[in-house]
């Protein structure tokens, strides 16, 4: 997936409660063969299991998982889906279903998980992050710059969200504001030649020549004319 990367729901190697010796046995093999990166072996594994369990939310996630590793994004959603009616407090599985959703171009439905993601963990800096990318993808800049900005309240070494908040604000000719968010990112990280290219934008905008320039160094670049 090019612009976004998956906050993946993480798998360890656990024993969990034996619904039959068989069951269980799948459910570890499907876990050593994704970590081996395995996952052919690892989806066959874990439809295994759930053809004995097929009740058990944590093997549907982890089904969605291995065929995001395959790119079976369209079953991933089903699999997501089949979690979180089993168990819908899951804040990570709605925020990754929302992900696979927006790279799927269903806008509403990927707007629609986000939300539930934050209702039920509204201190997520990564959700309100995801968010803001679909937001910004589907052109919705308002809500896209509302959503960055709420990522780097509650996170403010989120540079990704600074420097997504700066390039709307400058488009929007909110140079001040864009200032603020590219000087944010180039002191997270000071090796970020876009953030000084467009932290010199903003400057030369607003008139403070000699602050562009050196900002325009930075970025390797000559002042546009």
């Known amino acids: 997936m090019k612009y976004i990367s998956l906050l993946i729901l993480a798998i360890s190697l656990i024993i ?9 046995y799948w459910f570890i093999q ?24 097929s009740s058990d939310a944590r093997g549907w996630l982890i089904k969605a998982n291995i065929l995001i590793k395959l790119s079976g994004y369209s079953q991933a959603v089903e699999s997501f889906n089949q979690a979180l009616e089993l168990d819908s407090s899951n804040a990570l599985a709605w925020n990754d279903r929302g992900l696979l959703l927006g790279e799927l171009g269903n806008f509403e439905d990927s707007i629609a998980s986000f939300d539930k993601a934050l209702e039920l963990d509204l201190q997520n800096a990564k959700t309100f992050f995801n968010k803001g990318l679909i937001l910004e993808k589907n052109k919705r800049y308002e809500g896209a710059l509302q959503a960055f900005q709420q990522a780097t309240d509650i996170d403010p070494s989120l540079t990704k969200a600074w420097y997504h908040a700066g390039t709307i604000q400058l488009d929007k000719k909110d140079y001040e504001g864009a200032l603020n968010s590219f000087e944010n990112v180039t002191q997270l990280e000071p090796s970020y030649k876009d953030a000084w290219d467009y932290q010199g934008q903003a400057l030369l905008a607003l008139n403070r020549g000699p602050e562009a320039l050196e900002a325009f160094a930075k970025a390797g670049k000559s002042p546009p004319n």
Not at 16 to 24: C, E, L, T, V, Y
């Open 16 to 24: 969990i409660p034996a619904f039959s010796q068989d069951a269980n």
């Open 30 to 53: 499907s876990q050593k063969d994704y970590l081996n990166g395995s996952y052919l072996s690892a989806l066959d594994d874990i439809e295994e299991y759930l053809e004995l369990n």
